[in-house]
């Protein structure tokens, strides 16, 4: 099969209520998503960047960008392309994670289309449900954070991850703790502290947290092994952790004994596949966060989730945790504190191409040689 066409489409989502992280408040989810046509068999990609810089260096214009002048024409020039070809193809460009795992997704979409092949058979998955865990952003008060909690614990979610920050720690674990008794708890800091901090963190492992998420900066990996030293609490990587590579490095210096994957983040899903099988070598447990993504991104997330390896409730969340009208025809439910695995060809989901028109702000055709 060829690339024959792709396109990019700059949609925004207005999220049900404002998700706040150390690094800024979001209102609306501005998203790129990626449509491709392997001889004419459609597939879709989402590209988890940001508007701006402040996740990761890429960002939406970027990613937009890269994938326009480069990474779709080399795909283009590729005979009989494979979603396992894409990575090899694109290594020559430096960087760009998230920008080539849009790419990769829509093709491994269109390649699993065409062969009648769920992305989660391709992928090794076992479990037909996923346990659904959910972010919570800083709120404007630790009452307001609490009658959130209990809105999602009511809405059947068997896991709460409570984004943290210098000033907003102690306090609001605290009050979820007494309030709510002894649930799957755990916190996600987003690189807000340093290795000074130490023994400010180490106050939260009286708390019995399932791990505390990405403490420092993502480059310091030394660091995280010596705050790992200080904590009862288990240090789980996010930001740090790039590729199957990184994770055994990480591992390998004690930096984290338990990691969050993001295909868009190491590059696609077929390296957080890798990633996944190097922490399972290693006895490390995984589990999926999630970026706010549309229903492309969450079907793709599911799937990986279904991995044997993925042995924690991951941010694996019901459509209308974010959005009041997704862009897929058949929205995430959870049933039972569970979501299902798509099993249909594919990502497994169908656009609702009436949901997509209405917000979504441009699309074009990326021009492609031959």
């Known amino acids: 099969?060829?690339?024959?066409?792709?396109?990019?489409?700059?949609?925004?989502?207005?999220?049900?209520?404002?998700?706040?992280?150390?690094?800024?408040?979001?209102?609306?989810?501005?998203?790129?998503?990626?449509?491709?046509?392997?001889?004419?068999?459609?597939?879709?990609?989402?590209?988890?960047?940001?508007?701006?810089?402040?996740?990761?260096?890429?960002?939406?214009?970027?990613?937009?960008?890269?994938?326009?002048?480069?990474?779709?024409?080399?795909?283009?020039?590729?005979?009989?392309?494979?979603?396992?070809?894409?990575?090899?193809?694109?290594?020559?460009?430096?960087?760009?994670?998230?920008?080539?795992?849009?790419?990769?997704?829509?093709v491994l979409d269109a390649q699993l289309r065409a062969a009648d092949m769920s992305l989660a058979d391709y992928l090794g998955g076992v479990h037909p449900t996923i346990p659904s865990g959910v972010s919570v952003g800083i709120q404007p008060s630790v009452p307001a954070l609490l009658d959130v909690v209990a809105g999602y614990l009511d809405a059947g979610y068997v896991r709460i991850k409570l984004k943290i920050k210098p000033g907003w720690d102690l306090d609001p674990v605290r009050a979820v703790r007494e309030r709510f008794g002894d649930i799957p708890l755990q916190v996600d800091a987003n690189t807000a502290y340093t290795l000074a901090d130490a023994r400010h963190l180490a106050r939260l492992d009286e708390f019995g947290l399932l791990l505390i998420e990405q403490p420092l900066e993502d480059e310091d990996l030394t660091w995280h092994a010596a705050l790992a030293r200080q904590l009862a609490t288990p240090v789980c990587l996010d930001e740090s952790i790039t590729s199957a590579k990184t994770a055994a490095d990480a591992i390998r210096l004690g930096a984290t004994s338990v990691i969050n994957i993001k295909a868009g983040r190491v590059g696609g899903y077929l390296q957080a596949r890798q990633v996944h099988d190097v922490s399972a070598a290693n006895g490390v447990p995984v589990w999926c966060g999630g970026m706010l993504e549309t229903g492309i991104g969450r079907a793709a997330n599911m799937a990986l989730a279904a991995l044997p390896g993925f042995t924690l409730p991951g941010d694996t969340s019901a459509s209308d945790r974010f959005y009041r009208r997704d862009i897929i025809t058949e929205?995430?439910?959870?049933?039972?504190?569970?979501?299902?695995?798509?099993?249909?060809?594919?990502?497994?989901?169908?656009?609702?191409?009436?949901?997509?028109?209405?917000?979504?702000?441009?699309?074009?055709?990326?021009?492609?040689?031959?």
């Open 1 to 106: 099969m060829r690339l024959t066409s792709a396109e990019l489409l700059q949609v925004r989502m207005p999220l049900v209520a404002p998700f706040e992280t150390s690094f800024g408040v979001q209102t609306e989810r501005d998203v790129l998503l990626v449509r491709v046509e392997l001889d004419g068999q459609p597939g879709w990609g989402e590209c988890v960047t940001l508007p701006d810089p402040v996740y990761s260096p890429e960002f939406n214009e970027a990613a937009a960008t890269t994938i326009r002048n480069f990474l779709a024409p080399a795909l283009a020039a590729v005979d009989a392309l494979t979603a396992a070809k894409v990575a090899v193809t694109l290594e020559r460009f430096k960087g760009h994670r998230m920008a080539k795992a849009a790419l990769e997704l829509a």
């Open 331 to 370: 929205p995430f439910t959870i049933v039972d504190g569970h979501i299902a695995v798509p099993t249909g060809p594919g990502l497994g989901v169908e656009v609702d191409e009436d949901a997509l028109a209405s917000v979504t702000v441009h699309r074009d055709t990326i021009p492609l040689a031959g």
